[in-house]
């Protein structure tokens, strides 16, 4: 069945350094990833999306990479922020049905 | 324009209650999905409505039922409550035009504690 799961659970970095978040997917089949940020005791918020037929795509001090050989994800944070802590949620989506997240890996920035 | 909304936040039941919980959706918004985060773990699917239907389920028992109003507004039924039910629920709203009908956007949730 679905699932996506996460290689390391948590994640501590140092501030001003890069953070990089990873995700195995198991559906070759899914055809949209999104990364979410959740904040203590907030809902899961957007943070950058990717379609399949794409491998990268950038937005402010985030990227995404998508992997299809390998069935992989990564979220790179740069110049990670005190700001960045939270756990990150990666998600795919299987042609229109609704998304499977992983587990999540919390984020750490230590001073 | 106003974000997702749940109510209520924080409640507690006993086993064997019933509980609903209620969401209004993202100004626009047509397409309203539940998710249910145990404590440490990541979202998983309940269902999803569209205008009024139910048009997705993912592996929950039938007392988890669920509404969608004419104004996208919707609720989530527990009944018979478990121990296990005790979890964040997660309302999330889209559209169906650009973006919108791709990205999720999550209310805070509401948290619920079965004894």
């Known amino acids: 069945g679905e699932s996506v799961g996460l290689h390391l659970p948590t994640l501590s970095v140092q501030e001003g350094d890069n953070s990089i978040i990873n995700c195995a997917y198991s559906?070759?089949?899914?055809?949209?990833f999104i990364w979410y940020k959740q904040e203590s005791g907030k809902g899961p918020q957007f943070i950058i999306d990717?379609?399949?037929?794409?491998d990268k795509r950038q937005g402010q001090r985030v990227t995404v990479l998508l992997n299809k050989t390998v069935k992989h994800l990564s979220l790179q944070i740069a110049a990670t922020q005190p700001g960045d802590s939270a756990v990150y949620f990666c998600?795919?989506?299987?042609?229109?049905?609704?998304?499977?997240f992983g587990p999540g890996t919390r984020l750490s920035v230590l001073p | 324009e106003t974000g997702v909304t749940q109510s209520p936040t924080h409640l507690i039941k006993t086993r064997g209650q019933q509980v609903t919980l209620r969401c209004s959706s993202q100004s626009g918004h047509n397409t309203v999905s539940w998710y249910q985060q145990a404590l440490g773990q990541g979202p998983q699917f309940i269902f999803q409505?569209?205008?009024?239907?139910?048009?997705g389920r993912g592996n929950f028992p039938p007392r988890f039922s669920g509404l969608q109003f004419p104004n996208y507004s919707s609720e989530l039924n527990v009944n018979a409550l478990e121990l296990d039910d005790s979890a964040l629920y997660l309302c999330a709203s889209k559209g169906d035009r650009g973006s919108g009908a791709n990205v999720l956007t999550f209310g805070a949730g509401s948290r619920l504690t079965v004894l």
């Open positions: 559906n070759s089949a899914s055809d949209y």
């Open positions: 998600a795919e989506r299987n042609y229109g049905q609704n998304f499977v």
């Open positions: 409505y569209y205008r009024e239907e139910e048009n």
């Open positions: 990717i379609r399949s037929n794409m």
